[in-house]
């Protein structure tokens, strides 16, 4: 939906899928996105920020996890750069 410019509906469907497993970091990096493509910079570092906690909990339960430690390393660079920009 967000690659068809149907922002609201998206945003809608990532709160809902958010609801129901409030620490998935694919959700809440792909609601980072929706609302960097909208421009709501303050938003999107809210959900970054979010995603970071959740992902450095995961990795000092579990070293194990490389895909939370590339999210996470991803998520870092995102949140520099915007606050750079904000």
């Known amino acids: 939906m967000r690659r068809q410019g149907r922002w609201d509906e998206s945003l809608a469907r990532f709160n809902e899928a ?5 620490r998935n ?5 792909h609601a980072t996105l929706t609302y960097q493509g909208m421009r709501q910079f303050q ?4 959900f970054i920020d979010r995603a970071l ?7 000092e339960r579990s070293r ?3 895909t939370s430690t590339r999210v996470s ?12 920009c904000t």
């Not at 970091?25 to 990096?29: D, G, K, R, S, Y």
């Not at 938003?43 to 809210?46: C, N, S, T, V």
């Not at 390393?73 to 750079?84: C, H, K, V």
């Open 18 to 22: 958010l609801e129901l497993d409030p």
């Open 25 to 29: 970091l694919e959700t809440l990096t």
């Open 43 to 46: 938003k999107a570092l809210q």
């Open 53 to 59: 906690d959740i992902a450095r909990a995961t990795m």
């Open 64 to 66: 194990s996890r490389p």
């Open 73 to 84: 390393a991803s998520l870092i660079r995102r949140t520099r750069f915007w606050r750079e």
